[in-house]
Protein backbone atom coordinates (compact mmCIF):
# COMPACT_ATOMS: atom_id res chain seq x y z
CA UNK A 1 0.00 0.00 0.00
CA UNK A 2 1.29 3.66 -0.70
CA UNK A 3 0.51 6.67 1.33
CA UNK A 4 0.68 9.81 -0.28
CA UNK A 5 2.30 13.04 1.68
CA UNK A 6 2.45 16.73 1.05
CA UNK A 7 2.71 19.85 2.70
CA UNK A 8 0.67 22.42 2.53
CA UNK A 9 0.44 26.32 3.21
CA UNK A 10 -1.65 28.79 1.09
CA UNK A 11 -2.07 28.01 -3.19
CA UNK A 12 -5.61 26.03 -2.58
CA UNK A 13 -5.97 25.57 -6.13
CA UNK A 14 -2.50 23.64 -6.37
CA UNK A 15 -3.36 21.20 -3.62
CA UNK A 16 -6.84 20.78 -5.09
CA UNK A 17 -4.96 19.86 -8.74
CA UNK A 18 -2.67 17.04 -6.74
CA UNK A 19 -6.12 15.81 -5.15
CA UNK A 20 -7.33 15.43 -8.84
CA UNK A 21 -4.28 13.88 -10.20
CA UNK A 22 -4.33 11.50 -7.16
CA UNK A 23 -7.96 10.65 -8.20
CA UNK A 24 -6.67 9.42 -11.85
CA UNK A 25 -4.14 7.16 -10.87
CA UNK A 26 -3.93 4.13 -12.14
CA UNK A 27 -2.99 2.63 -8.75
CA UNK A 28 -5.10 4.58 -6.27
CA UNK A 29 -3.70 5.52 -3.06
CA UNK A 30 -4.29 3.96 0.48
CA UNK A 31 -4.46 7.49 1.85
CA UNK A 32 -3.39 11.23 1.30
CA UNK A 33 -1.93 12.63 4.30
CA UNK A 34 -1.76 16.26 4.02
CA UNK A 35 0.44 18.03 6.48
CA UNK A 36 -1.47 21.53 6.79
CA UNK A 37 1.05 24.04 7.85
CA UNK A 38 -1.26 27.17 8.01
CA UNK A 39 -4.24 27.63 10.24
CA UNK A 40 -7.05 26.42 8.98
CA UNK A 41 -7.43 23.07 7.07
CA UNK A 42 -8.41 22.76 3.18
CA UNK A 43 -11.98 22.16 1.50
CA UNK A 44 -10.73 19.88 -1.09
CA UNK A 45 -12.32 17.64 -3.62
CA UNK A 46 -14.03 14.24 -2.89
CA UNK A 47 -11.51 11.16 -3.65
CA UNK A 48 -12.18 7.34 -3.93
CA UNK A 49 -9.67 7.44 -0.84
CA UNK A 50 -8.91 8.79 2.46
CA UNK A 51 -7.75 12.12 2.80
CA UNK A 52 -6.46 12.88 6.30
CA UNK A 53 -5.08 17.06 7.23
CA UNK A 54 -2.24 16.81 10.02
CA UNK A 55 -2.33 20.24 11.11
CA UNK A 56 1.56 20.87 12.12
CA UNK A 57 2.70 23.71 14.19
CA UNK A 58 6.06 25.26 14.86
CA UNK A 59 8.59 28.17 13.47
CA UNK A 60 7.36 29.15 10.24
CA UNK A 61 7.48 26.93 6.88
CA UNK A 62 7.91 23.18 9.99
CA UNK A 63 9.38 21.25 6.84
CA UNK A 64 10.96 18.73 8.48
CA UNK A 65 9.27 18.13 11.24
CA UNK A 66 5.89 17.93 8.92
CA UNK A 67 7.07 15.51 6.74
CA UNK A 68 8.51 13.32 9.72
CA UNK A 69 4.69 13.28 11.76
CA UNK A 70 2.84 12.62 8.40
CA UNK A 71 4.95 9.65 7.72
CA UNK A 72 4.97 8.22 10.86
CA UNK A 73 1.44 8.74 10.76
CA UNK A 74 0.66 7.06 7.40
CA UNK A 75 -0.74 3.08 6.91
CA UNK A 76 0.95 2.19 3.66
CA UNK A 77 4.33 0.38 3.47
CA UNK A 78 5.47 2.31 1.18
CA UNK A 79 5.52 6.37 0.96
CA UNK A 80 5.66 9.05 -2.23
CA UNK A 81 6.32 12.44 -0.83
CA UNK A 82 4.93 15.40 -3.24
CA UNK A 83 5.37 19.10 -3.05
CA UNK A 84 1.63 20.40 -3.28
CA UNK A 85 2.26 22.07 -6.57
CA UNK A 86 3.43 18.97 -7.93
CA UNK A 87 0.53 16.79 -10.14
CA UNK A 88 1.02 13.41 -10.06
CA UNK A 89 0.97 11.55 -13.75
CA UNK A 90 -1.62 8.75 -13.87
CA UNK A 91 1.33 6.53 -13.76
CA UNK A 92 3.35 8.53 -11.39
CA UNK A 93 2.26 5.76 -8.08
CA UNK A 94 2.66 2.51 -10.31
CA UNK A 95 5.88 3.00 -11.09
CA UNK A 96 7.06 3.86 -7.53
CA UNK A 97 5.06 0.58 -6.45
CA UNK A 98 7.29 -1.62 -9.29
CA UNK A 99 10.88 0.23 -8.42
CA UNK A 100 10.34 0.03 -4.98
CA UNK A 101 10.01 -3.72 -5.27
CA UNK A 102 12.62 -3.64 -6.88
CA UNK A 103 15.60 -1.09 -4.68
CA UNK A 104 15.27 0.14 -1.44
CA UNK A 105 16.36 3.28 -1.48
CA UNK A 106 15.65 7.10 -1.93
CA UNK A 107 13.92 6.78 -5.09
CA UNK A 108 13.58 10.19 -7.10
CA UNK A 109 10.92 10.83 -10.43
CA UNK A 110 11.00 12.89 -12.70
CA UNK A 111 9.38 16.95 -12.86
CA UNK A 112 8.89 19.04 -15.20
CA UNK A 113 7.89 22.49 -14.47
CA UNK A 114 4.89 24.10 -16.11
CA UNK A 115 4.50 28.00 -17.25
CA UNK A 116 2.08 30.79 -15.81
CA UNK A 117 -1.71 29.63 -16.86
CA UNK A 118 -1.36 26.20 -17.48
CA UNK A 119 -3.21 24.82 -14.99
CA UNK A 120 -6.14 27.11 -15.79
CA UNK A 121 -9.71 25.53 -16.32
CA UNK A 122 -10.25 21.88 -16.72
CA UNK A 123 -6.58 20.66 -17.51
CA UNK A 124 -4.98 17.76 -19.19
CA UNK A 125 -1.78 16.00 -19.52
CA UNK A 126 -1.68 16.43 -22.81
CA UNK A 127 -1.44 20.04 -23.30
CA UNK A 128 1.03 19.93 -19.63
CA UNK A 129 3.61 17.68 -22.04
CA UNK A 130 3.33 20.26 -25.10
CA UNK A 131 4.67 23.18 -22.35
CA UNK A 132 6.46 21.80 -19.85
CA UNK A 133 10.37 22.54 -19.70
CA UNK A 134 13.06 20.80 -17.49
CA UNK A 135 14.61 22.09 -14.88
CA UNK A 136 18.36 23.38 -16.20
CA UNK A 137 19.67 22.89 -12.59
CA UNK A 138 18.42 19.06 -12.53
CA UNK A 139 19.67 16.48 -14.16
CA UNK A 140 17.21 14.18 -16.37
CA UNK A 141 15.79 10.66 -15.71
CA UNK A 142 17.99 7.94 -17.39
CA UNK A 143 16.91 5.85 -20.16
CA UNK A 144 15.07 3.29 -18.56
CA UNK A 145 14.94 1.54 -14.93
CA UNK A 146 16.66 2.93 -12.25
CA UNK A 147 19.88 4.77 -12.19
CA UNK A 148 22.35 5.18 -9.02
CA UNK A 149 23.20 8.59 -7.51
CA UNK A 150 26.50 9.02 -6.43
CA UNK A 151 26.29 12.48 -4.98
CA UNK A 152 24.02 13.16 -1.92
CA UNK A 153 23.63 16.35 -3.07
CA UNK A 154 21.17 15.49 -6.28
CA UNK A 155 18.28 14.78 -3.37
CA UNK A 156 15.10 17.14 -3.93
CA UNK A 157 12.06 16.42 -2.08
CA UNK A 158 9.52 17.66 -4.13
CA UNK A 159 8.63 14.54 -5.80
CA UNK A 160 10.52 11.06 -3.81
CA UNK A 161 9.44 7.83 -2.64
CA UNK A 162 10.76 5.52 -0.26
CA UNK A 163 9.56 2.77 1.85
CA UNK A 164 8.24 3.69 5.23
CA UNK A 165 10.39 1.26 7.66
CA UNK A 166 13.46 2.70 5.49
CA UNK A 167 12.57 6.37 5.93
CA UNK A 168 11.94 5.90 9.54
CA UNK A 169 14.92 4.23 10.01
CA UNK A 170 17.20 6.88 8.91
CA UNK A 171 15.26 8.93 11.56
CA UNK A 172 13.71 11.35 9.14
CA UNK A 173 14.03 14.60 8.73
CA UNK A 174 16.38 16.87 11.07
CA UNK A 175 13.75 18.80 12.74
CA UNK A 176 16.19 21.58 13.56
CA UNK A 177 15.90 23.27 10.41
CA UNK A 178 13.20 25.51 10.17
CA UNK A 179 12.55 27.61 6.78
CA UNK A 180 13.14 27.04 3.98
CA UNK A 181 16.25 25.76 3.02
CA UNK A 182 19.16 22.90 4.02
CA UNK A 183 16.56 20.13 5.11
CA UNK A 184 16.66 18.19 1.87
CA UNK A 185 20.90 18.12 1.72
CA UNK A 186 21.15 17.16 5.10
CA UNK A 187 18.76 14.05 4.54
CA UNK A 188 20.18 13.35 1.57
CA UNK A 189 23.62 13.40 3.55
CA UNK A 190 21.97 11.15 5.99
CA UNK A 191 20.78 8.88 3.41
CA UNK A 192 23.57 8.23 2.47
CA UNK A 193 25.51 7.76 5.57
CA UNK A 194 23.10 4.93 6.52
CA UNK A 195 23.88 3.13 3.33
CA UNK A 196 20.51 3.60 1.31
CA UNK A 197 20.90 3.89 -2.01
CA UNK A 198 19.42 7.15 -3.53
CA UNK A 199 18.68 6.55 -7.47
CA UNK A 200 16.46 8.23 -10.07
CA UNK A 201 14.22 6.29 -11.94
CA UNK A 202 12.37 6.26 -15.45
CA UNK A 203 9.11 7.24 -14.98
CA UNK A 204 7.01 8.49 -11.60
CA UNK A 205 6.72 11.87 -13.65
CA UNK A 206 5.38 15.20 -11.66
CA UNK A 207 3.99 18.32 -13.28
CA UNK A 208 5.03 21.15 -11.20
CA UNK A 209 2.68 23.96 -11.37
CA UNK A 210 3.81 27.73 -11.64
CA UNK A 211 3.72 30.13 -8.79
CA UNK A 212 5.52 33.28 -8.35
CA UNK A 213 8.68 32.84 -6.32
CA UNK A 214 12.56 33.82 -6.24
CA UNK A 215 16.01 32.03 -6.83
CA UNK A 216 18.32 32.78 -4.80
CA UNK A 217 15.21 32.84 -2.51
CA UNK A 218 16.70 36.43 -0.80
CA UNK A 219 13.15 36.78 0.94
CA UNK A 220 14.30 33.56 3.16
CA UNK A 221 18.02 34.74 3.82
CA UNK A 222 17.63 34.46 7.57
CA UNK A 223 16.83 31.00 7.43
CA UNK A 224 19.13 29.94 4.67
CA UNK A 225 22.12 31.58 6.56
CA UNK A 226 20.84 30.04 10.07
CA UNK A 227 20.08 26.42 8.65
CA UNK A 228 23.74 26.54 6.22
CA UNK A 229 24.99 27.46 9.64
CA UNK A 230 23.21 24.15 11.40
CA UNK A 231 24.56 21.86 8.64
CA UNK A 232 28.17 23.38 9.23
CA UNK A 233 28.10 22.41 12.39
CA UNK A 234 26.97 19.53 11.93
CA UNK A 235 28.45 17.99 9.57
CA UNK A 236 32.03 20.12 9.40
CA UNK A 237 31.03 22.61 6.24
CA UNK A 238 28.39 24.30 4.57
CA UNK A 239 25.37 23.29 2.01
CA UNK A 240 23.38 26.07 -0.29
CA UNK A 241 26.45 27.62 -1.73
CA UNK A 242 25.48 28.68 -4.91
CA UNK A 243 22.40 30.67 -2.97
CA UNK A 244 25.42 31.93 -0.62
CA UNK A 245 27.58 32.80 -3.13
CA UNK A 246 24.88 34.70 -4.53
CA UNK A 247 23.78 36.56 -1.68
CA UNK A 248 27.64 38.08 -1.69
CA UNK A 249 27.54 38.83 -4.87
CA UNK A 250 24.89 40.91 -4.17
CA UNK A 251 26.29 42.59 -0.96
CA UNK A 252 23.71 40.85 1.36
CA UNK A 253 26.23 39.03 3.23
CA UNK A 254 29.70 38.48 4.54
CA UNK A 255 30.12 34.42 4.75
CA UNK A 256 33.72 34.75 5.46
CA UNK A 257 34.89 31.11 6.48
CA UNK A 258 35.63 29.78 9.59
CA UNK A 259 33.56 32.95 11.09
CA UNK A 260 29.48 33.06 11.55
CA UNK A 261 28.13 34.20 8.41
CA UNK A 262 26.74 37.63 8.80
CA UNK A 263 23.59 39.16 7.39
CA UNK A 264 24.71 42.86 6.25
CA UNK A 265 21.69 44.17 4.62
CA UNK A 266 18.18 43.08 4.32
CA UNK A 267 16.84 42.31 0.68
CA UNK A 268 15.12 45.56 -1.13
CA UNK A 269 13.19 45.95 -4.18
CA UNK A 270 16.01 45.40 -6.30
CA UNK A 271 17.32 42.95 -5.47
CA UNK A 272 13.41 41.32 -5.17
CA UNK A 273 13.24 42.05 -9.32
CA UNK A 274 16.83 40.46 -9.85
CA UNK A 275 15.90 37.31 -8.26
CA UNK A 276 12.35 37.16 -8.95
CA UNK A 277 10.21 34.77 -11.23
CA UNK A 278 8.75 36.14 -14.31
CA UNK A 279 5.03 35.02 -15.47
CA UNK A 280 6.25 33.60 -18.93
CA UNK A 281 9.35 31.70 -16.97
CA UNK A 282 7.93 28.01 -15.53
CA UNK A 283 10.86 28.58 -13.07
CA UNK A 284 13.36 31.07 -11.39
CA UNK A 285 17.39 30.17 -11.71
CA UNK A 286 20.20 31.00 -9.34
CA UNK A 287 23.03 30.31 -12.30
CA UNK A 288 21.47 33.02 -14.34
CA UNK A 289 21.08 35.32 -11.84
CA UNK A 290 24.80 34.01 -10.61
CA UNK A 291 26.01 35.12 -14.18
CA UNK A 292 24.38 38.45 -14.41
CA UNK A 293 26.11 39.31 -11.18
CA UNK A 294 29.79 38.20 -11.97
CA UNK A 295 29.33 40.28 -15.18
CA UNK A 296 28.31 42.80 -13.54
CA UNK A 297 31.42 42.67 -10.98
CA UNK A 298 33.54 41.83 -14.38
CA UNK A 299 34.35 38.66 -12.17
CA UNK A 300 34.90 35.05 -13.49
CA UNK A 301 32.60 32.90 -12.41
CA UNK A 302 32.49 30.69 -9.78
CA UNK A 303 31.53 27.24 -10.22
CA UNK A 304 28.19 26.50 -7.85
Excluded at 87 to 109: F, H, N, V, W
Excluded at 113 to 119: N, S, V
Amino acid sequence: MISVVTLAGGRPEHLRNVVIGLTRQTMLPAELIVAVIQDTPYDLPEAPFPIRQMMVSGPRLPLATARNAAAEAAVGDKLVFLDMDCIPTPELLADYDRYLDQEDGLLMGEVMYLPGGATAGDWRYESFAKVAVRHSDRRGPPPKGIERCEDYRCFWSLNFAMRRDTFLGTGGFDERYAGYGGEDTDFGKVVDKAGVPIAWIKGGLAYHQYHPHHMPPVHHIDSVVRNAELFEAKWGYRTMGHWLHAFRLMGLIDDTPGRPIRILRRPDEDDLALTGQQSHQPYANTASVIRLLEERAGKPRVAA
